[in-house]
T-cell receptor
Framework: AQSVTQPDIHITVSEGASLELRCNYS??????LFWYVQSPGQGLQLLLK??????LVQGIKGFEAEFKRSQSSFNLRKPSVHWSDAAEYFC?????????????FGKGTRLHILP | GAGVSQSPRYKVAKRGQDVALRCDPI?????LFWYQQALGQGPEFLTY????????KSGLPSDRFFAERPEGSVSTLKIQRTQQEDSAVYLC?????????????FGPGTRLTVT
């Protein structure tokens, strides 16, 4: 079955440091991939998405992600984190089941920022 | 414009009670999705509407769960005879059209606690 794996449940970085959140997917065809952020009490917000083309995608809030087919990965990066980036981050993939497509999510990585 | 809204934001139900959760999508959005997010997990797909038609309900965990969108706008997720395992955050999302190509906009969720 298709799945999305986020190996790190919690990540702690210092404010101003760089960030990389890992995501691995299992899907045979070229996947559609997403990163969402969920702040406490808020709904999920789309940070960026990859459908095709350039494997390095830029998103909102200074985030970027790189699709690497050989590693089945879609890691999220930010060169310098801000305290406001503390949140839970979800990697997701589109899957096609019969004629419908739906999004499946990883279990999330909670990002903590040290002042 | 207004985003996706959900009500109530919090609901406490005694085991065995019926609950109804409401979702107001973004005006003009054709597609509406319900997800269940258990504590420490990513959202899991429950069901999908295109206008008033429920095209996919494969994620509904049991026949106690029922969703409707009678006029193609507001949707209600009903859970009958609630059980403790139903405790979760229920997220609603809407999108312009039904494929993952179009961004899904999420509401803040309804946190259901079954005691």
């Amino acid at each position: 079955a298709q799945s999305v794996t986020q190996p790190d449940i919690h990540i702690t970085v210092s404010e101003g440091a760089s960030l990389e959140l890992r995501c691995n997917y299992s899907y045979g065809a070229t996947p559609y991939l997403f990163w969402y952020v969920q702040s406490p009490g808020q709904g999920l917000q789309l940070l960026l998405k990859y459908f095709s083309g350039d494997t390095l995608v830029q998103g909102i809030k200074g985030f970027e992600a790189e699709f690497k087919r050989s590693q089945s990965s879609f890691n999220l990066r930010k060169p310098s984190v801000h305290w406001s980036d503390a949140a839970e981050y979800f990697c997701a993939s589109e899957v096609w089941i019969y004629r419908d497509d739906k999004i499946i999510f990883g279990k999330g990585t909670r990002l903590h920022i040290l002042p | 414009g207004a985003g996706v809204s959900q009500s109530p934001r919090y609901k406490v139900a005694k085991r065995g009670q019926d609950v109804a959760l409401r979702c107001d999508p973004i005006s003009g959005h054709v597609s509406l999705f319900w997800y269940q997010q258990a504590l420490g997990q990513g959202p899991e797909f429950l069901t999908y509407f295109q206008n008033e038609a429920q095209l996919d309900k494969s994620g509904l965990p049991s026949d106690r769960f029922f969703a409707e969108r009678p006029e193609g706008s507001v949707s209600t997720l009903k859970i009958q005879r609630t059980q403790q395992e139903d405790s979760a955050v229920y997220l609603c999302a809407s999108s312009l059209l039904g494929t993952s190509y179009y961004e899904q906009y999420f509401g803040p969720g309804t946190r259901l606690t079954v005691t």
